[in-house]
């Protein structure tokens, strides 16, 4: 079983939030737009798994580290990771297609600061999810992120994380 930590958009913004969150994970996961390499580096100091993406908001240093597009399984489960991807019905050109080649079982974006967590029964029942804005820049009120748990195949444990409104800190 491996517990995840699923963020985003954090736009250059690290706090012990995140971070304690991040620390009682197996694995971390990030969908883009980390601005800076500042909560990489914090990140990095917990030595466990780092699965991420660059984000439209993202230079050319962290375009060196990540991919636009991730694929990758853990637990049995498929997973395709990138940041601007959309949600069932309404996906980008790009990520419409790649869901269609590659049939993940776990579909992963960011970009629209908006938590979602929808099933795709016109893709295999494909469980698509964003985790929402984990930082205070964007037009969310609250900041947001997901964890949960995969097993044999399984997702499983999907809870939200509320960090309090971006203007609380």
Not at 19 to 27: G, I, M, V, W, Y
Not at 33 to 42: A, K, V
Not at 79 to 107: C, N, Q, W
Request: aromatic share 10%.
């Amino acid at each position: 079983m491996k517990k995840i930590f699923l963020c985003s958009d954090n736009h250059g913004f690290v706090d012990e939030a995140i971070l304690h969150h991040a620390k009682q994970a197996d694995e971390i996961w990030h969908a883009g737009d980390w601005l800076n390499m500042d909560l990489l580096l914090e990140f990095e100091k917990l030595n466990k798994p780092i699965r991420a993406v660059w984000g439209n908001a993202d230079g050319q240093e962290l375009r060196r580290i990540f991919k636009e597009h991730l694929y990758f399984q853990v637990e049995g489960v498929k997973v395709y990771m990138t940041h601007i991807g959309g949600y069932p019905g309404h996906y980008s050109p790009a990520a419409k297609i790649r869901i269609k080649e590659a049939k993940p079982d776990l579909f992963v974006c960011g970009h629209s600061h908006i938590l979602r967590v929808i099933r795709d029964p016109a893709n295999g029942n494909l469980l698509s999810v964003n985790p929402g804005a984990c930082g205070k820049q964007g037009f969310h009120k609250v900041r947001t992120a997901l964890r949960f748990q995969m097993e044999n195949g399984k997702i499983s444990e999907m809870a939200f994380i509320e960090f309090g409104t971006r203007n609380s800190i």
